[in-house]
Antibody, heavy 120, light 107 residues
Framework: QVTLVESGGGVVQPGRSLRLSCAAS????????MNWLRQAPGKGLEWVAI????????YYAESVKGRFTISRDNSKNTVYLQMNSLRSEDTAVYYC?????????????WGRGTLVTVSS | DIQMTQSPSALSAFVGDRVTITCRAS??????LAWYQQKPGNAPNLLIR???SLESGVPSRFSGSGSGTEFTLTISSLQPEDFATYYC?????????FGPGTKVEIK
């Protein structure tokens, strides 16, 4: 079965950086696009970024463009989210999710999430 | 960006009730709409894609319909395990966007 495990969350000061990782297993990782989404405490879902199966294309939400970078290592079955210049409004549970289809897509498998808290 | 809205934002219902949630898109998204269920403390779970295609393992009491800009999620007979928050999501174009959610509570 598909398993996605996020790690790297924690408490960080505004303006600092953090890198999240998502380790995947149970499916052919190198053939699927991967996503990061987030959910602020008590709020709804926000899609953050997507990376294609081969890492050659990606898209970002406007709220993180220029600050966050999604990447992947198919040899390690892992997708990353490098988060720079963090703001208080980036505080959220960050989920890794597998793309169900190519291109713009729904998400058919999710990790359990990792909490990022941006606070001084 | 395509804006998604949902109504109602919350509802109370009895076990066995028929429940309908509406999702509207700010522009035509054809049938590129998904529905998710999220229970407290858990990640969302994909229920339906392409507006009406039920995911494997999802009970048949869930159904989806609609196209263009108006969509519905129906639970034909609400069960205790269905009390959760439901989100719609469009996937016709980036950025991918979600509705604000509908919380289904026990009456």
């Amino acid at each position: 079965q598909v398993t996605l495990v996020e790690s790297g969350g924690g408490v960080v000061q505004p303006g600092r950086s953090l890198r999240l990782s998502c380790a995947a297993s149970g499916f052919s990782f190198r053939t699927y696009g991967m996503n990061w989404l987030r959910q602020a405490p008590g709020k709804g879902l926000e899609w953050v970024a997507i990376i294609s199966y081969n890492g050659k294309s990606n898209y970002y939400a406007e709220s993180v463009k220029g600050r966050f970078t999604i990447s992947r290592d198919n040899s390690k079955n892992t997708v990353y989210l490098q988060m720079n210049s963090l703001r208080s409004e980036d505080t959220a549970v960050y989920y890794c999710a597998k793309a169900a289809e190519t291109g713009s897509t729904p998400f058919d498998d999710w990790g359990r999430g990792t909490l990022v808290t941006v606070s001084s | 960006d395509i804006q998604m809205t949902q109504s109602p934002s919350a509802l109370s219902a009895f076990v066995g009730d028929r429940v309908t949630i509406t999702c509207r898109a700010s522009q035509n998204i054809n049938s590129w709409l998904a529905w998710y269920q999220q229970k407290p403390g858990n990640a969302p779970n994909l229920l339906i894609r392409k507006a009406s295609s039920l995911e494997s393992g999802v009970p048949s009491r869930f159904s989806g319909s609609g196209s263009g800009t108006e969509f519905t999620l129906t639970i034909s007979s609400l069960q205790p395990e269905d009390f959760a928050t439901y989100y719609c999501q469009q996937y016709t174009v980036f950025p991918l966007t979600f509705g604000p959610g509908t919380k289904v509570e026990i009456k």
